[in-house]
């Protein structure tokens, strides 16, 4: 608009004092500048993206194939046309990257009227994670740089990179809760398919508890005494909030976070036990279905903020997998925790406070923390006092920090493991086959 208005001005300033050559060349120039305001947006119109992906789910070292197509629907040939495929910052910005891209996502092309391009480039699949493939931007202009056109023609498509899945020799995070069908020393619950005797009808008996046979020989109604019995498991409790894991060592500590607990799931899961998993992250596919995702956007660079992953949440929904038994349960836990990203949410005592009631007593509560206080200790005993088994990972690296920490939990009767690395994840679970 600035070089019409300019164009116009000197246009009529160049008829008023009769200079007919430079009327002769804003002549020209209104002409330049209109046709190619007209090119640029019928360019713009008639370009349209696709994408492909190979797969959406993937684990950690695949390769993910990802094609983009472009296509010229108009009768007008396009001089050039820059094609990007977006990726957010947080997915390329590591050493290594949590996606690696091999192949080019950026591309300048010239299309014929009804022609196709493709971009090709492959993802390998380095952390865990759930990431935002595009939107695909397209840019335009005219010859002379006088005008620039950019479209969104792709929404994006959402890839999750379920975490690695570290096989344990062994697994015993509770000497009071051994992993099994085992008898209580007190009736939490009873088992139906266990019938321990017969006794006396008492008032309030259901019917499913009625001894018929015994009723029948007797005379008198009896009910059945089932076995006090249960099964052990465990129950996943997470610290995955923002403030306790220190920025310098991320994304290293937040993953083997992540890896742990998807190791101790799978072997639990594989003992035919019942697992679940409270923690106080954040869900991406929870949040990209709250915020959303805009079309509309004014400028390039608005697009790719918008491929960005968000830093703040205020959100305080705890994440909860309902702790239970069943083939499909590990398959959840895993792919929540593909999807779980560091917040600002809940802190741990608020999270405790929170889920407690919805945690069951018969499993044991492992608590995997980046950080620990007086805070935490104080939380996680008072879950002990209601009855609950607890074991506290620490995700720590310095040994020295470890045995600091350790002791605010030790003082309160909880005993306490360090995870230093990948290689702890087995030995702790050694330690305690071996005990």
Known sequence: MIWIAAAAVILVLALVFGMSLLAYAMYALLAVILISRYVTRRWAGDLSATREASRLSASVGDTVAVVVTIENQGKLPVAWVLLEDLLPRDAIMFDPPCLK??????????????????????????????????????????????????????????????????????????????????????????????????????????????????????????????????VAGATILMDFHRDSHPRRDE???SELAITAAASIANAVYLMDQQIGLVTNGRDAADRIRTEGWAHDYRSRDAAKRAAEMQSKSDRLRPLLVPTRRGPDQFVAILETLARMELTDGLPLPQLIEETASRMPRDATVVAILARGDETSAIALSNLRRRGFAITVVLNLFDRYEYSRVAGYFQAEGIETRHLKDEDSIVDICRQYALR
Not at 103 to 129: D, E, F, I
Not at 171 to 199: C, N, Q
Request: proline share 7%; net charge positive.
């Open 251 to 253: 994304p290293f500590r």
């Open 101 to 230: 891209v091999t192949g080019r996502r950026v591309q300048l092309s010239m299309l014929a009227p009804r022609a196709k391009k493709q971009l090709l480039y492959q993802l390998t699949c380095n952390r865990r994670g759930y990431f935002q493939l595009g939107p695909v931007v397209l840019e335009t202009g005219d010859l002379f740089g006088l005008h620039r056109r950019f479209r969104v023609a792709a929404e994006p498509h959402f890839l999750m990179v379920l975490p690695k899945v570290i096989p344990l020799a062994g697994y015993e995070l509770s000497s009071k809760r051994p992993i099994g069908e085992v008898r209580m020393s007190y009736r939490l619950y009873e088992d139906p398919t266990r019938i321990a005797g017969v006794r006396a009808y008492q008032r309030g008996d259901a019917m499913n508890r009625i001894h018929w046979r015994a009723s029948a020989r007797t005379g008198e109604l009896h009910s059945k005494i089932y076995e006090p019995s249960t």
